[in-house]
């Protein structure tokens, strides 16, 4: 395998030529919803996340349903770390990768990813950078300036997809592992935007207790009859 090449999860999913692949939770003509999608240039659905709804993890399946691997977040982990693993395993054993900030203190998105092979950790095999939520991440084969693939808020596809954004996949590059990066990453944004939503709704609750209490004291209290 030359330097250019990218097998991480399975090397069916690779292909010789740079591919274009769509990622949105409401695919053409598909009635599940929820999980996020990845959708090729013929407007099939290629893979789907599927999160668990007890065991804190989720699995991305290819278009026959089966898993091909299982992403989790690590508790406790400094750097926001999530593993993947092979199939639907958890376990040491099966693991293929690891990501995580490049610091626990930067405000950027900058990511670190680690085969697992890779046990020192000295030098990181992928390093992403841009932002997720703005749809500009693009993912670099270590430290070098090879480009795996470039996210991109527009999709190239020739169709019409609804909440859709894209990513663009050089030649030689396995998509499924960009499809399970973009995963991870969805499910971050995620967990993001629900505890966004709940301080909101803490402040939005907080605030009208007090306009309440203040209203109480100007009045006296609640009126008798």
Known sequence: MDSSQVAVINPLFYAAYPIDLAFTTKPPGDKKRGGLATVDAAGNVVFRANKSSWGGFTQLRDASGHTILTVQDKFWSWHSRWQAFAGESTEAKDLLFSIKRSSAWKIHDEWFVFLAVNTKEENCDFKIVGSYSKKNYTIFKGDSSFVVAQLTKQHELKMTLKHAFGASISANCDYSFVAALITIFHEIDATRNVATWNATARNASR???????????????PASF
């Open 207 to 221: 605030n009208a207790a007090a306009r309440n209490s203040a209203m109480m004291g100007s009045t006296g209290g």
